[in-house]
């Protein structure tokens, strides 16, 4: 029987993002041991997970006074020719000097203090800094991604923007990227243990374990392909890397597509600003833009085929093995199959490309070759299910609790 401090930014009551799908198997794991006190910073709730109680807190997320002295000292002095150096002034504040909150960081501190937890548990190391936890071996971190390897992949993709943008953010990056990797490794030498989803980056310690996304919806039939020319994108479209991801196709790839096959349609899912929205519909064509939908299943029954042309970011891409597990054809940008190399064989379970004319190339012959779509998709509903389950999820945290 374990007494559990069950810490998250995104909650594991509502599964309307892949973060959030994550912290739902985690803590439903947890929650088979005994007793979890969930402390998140989202309010809806719309998941009941047994043996589970939410901690109210005052979520008040105000900078502190000192990133306030910051912006003002900063306002104030610099005239407004260079206000876009405020911007990176900042960014270099938060990310590298590792501000927590403190109001945060005394709730937290007096929940221990009352209840004395066999252990807690964090996800994403932003979390433990937030709310100034202190790397300790009754910790367990789970990280979405190595920081470094966020700011790695930012630093890679500088694109079409100005001189001087480039040589701040070129800079900016570069510093974290140091910052990071030894703050990081620091952090994993005092805790008990970490979970990552990318099974690469777990050779960096002995105490680092694999733990993979595994996709929330589960256990469903093949979808039906209603549209053999419709592609389907699902994602939050306000995270950045989605909603850079989809311009570039729209931008790059999409015209390829559409001089060869002037019938495709893109249909995005996923929730979106309705400034964007409006946008992406006068500037594309054959643009279908659902935004936020009831009704998932619909979205992928009503699909050919699955994108997910995503070049940046942290984690791994959960929507690859969601549309994988519902039987779905994909064709995905080399770095959407990060964490993933052990099941994905490209061009047997689904197509990875290189480039933007390899994108839009392996999209046409999917479209146009029924059988190997078909073929595709049964062979990724396959893959899934033989290495991605909720049981997998239950062992691994199983033995790692039971160490302690």
């Known amino acids: ?138 910790v367990i971190l789970d990280i979405d991604d190595l920081p470094e390897q966020i700011y790695i992949s930012k630093k890679q993709n500088l694109n079409n923007i100005f001189l001087l943008k480039y040589i701040l953010y070129k800079l900016y990056y570069s510093i974290c990227i140091v910052k990071y990797k030894k703050y990081t490794r620091k952090i994993l030498n005092k805790i008990f ?15 680092i374990v694999y733990l993979p996304n595994i996709p929330y919806i589960q256990n469903l039939d093949e979808t039906k392909i209603n549209n053999k020319k419709r592609l389907l994108f699902v994602g939050k479209i306000e995270y950045q890397p ?48 659902s935004g936020f939908v009831n009704d998932l299943i619909s979205e992928y029954n009503n699909s050919s085929l699955v994108i997910v042309p995503v070049y940046n970011g942290g984690g791994t891409n959960i929507k690859v093995i969601e549309a994988m597990n519902l039987g779905k054809a994909c064709v995905i940008s080399s770095f959407a199959a990060r964490g993933f190399e052990n099941i994905l064989e490209n061009g047997n379970n689904i197509f990875i490309a290189d480039n933007d004319f390899d994108f839009a190339k392996k999209v046409l012959i999917l479209l146009e070759n029924e059988e190997l779509k078909k073929s595709i998709g049964k062979k990724a509903k396959e893959s899934v299910n033989d290495n991605y389950s909720f049981d997998n999820i239950f062992n691994i945290i199983s033995k790692s609790i039971n160490n302690i």
């Not at 999409?254 to 400034?275: A, H, K, R, T």
């Open 1 to 138: 029987m374990k007494n559990i401090l069950f810490i998250t930014e995104h909650s594991p009551f509502k599964t309307c993002s892949g973060a959030n799908q994550r912290s739902f198997f985690i803590c439903s794991a947890f929650s088979k041991f005994d007793n979890v006190d969930v402390l998140t910073l989202e309010h809806d709730m719309e998941f009941c997970i047994k043996n589970c109680s939410k901690i109210d807190i005052n979520n008040d997320l105000n900078e502190n006074n000192f990133v306030k002295y910051i912006k003002q000292f900063f306002l104030i002095f610099i005239p407004p020719l260079f206000t876009i150096f405020f911007e990176y002034a900042l960014k270099f504040v938060k990310n590298v000097f590792n501000i927590k909150n403190h109001k945060l960081s005394k709730i937290v501190k007096s929940y221990i203090k009352k209840n004395k937890y066999d252990f807690i548990f964090v996800r994403t190391i932003r979390i433990l800094i937030l709310f100034g936890i202190k790397p300790d071996k009754n």
């Open 242 to 289: 989605n909603y850079t991801g989809i311009e570039h196709f729209l931008n790059n790839i999409f015209p390829i597509i559409l001089e060869n096959n002037s019938d495709v349609i893109i249909n995005i899912v996923g929730d979106i600003n309705d400034n964007r929205k409006s946008e992406w519909q006068k500037k594309y064509k054959n643009i279908i833009v």
């Open 193 to 207: 243990v970490a979970y990552l989803p990318n099974e690469k980056q777990c050779l960096l310690l002995n105490n």
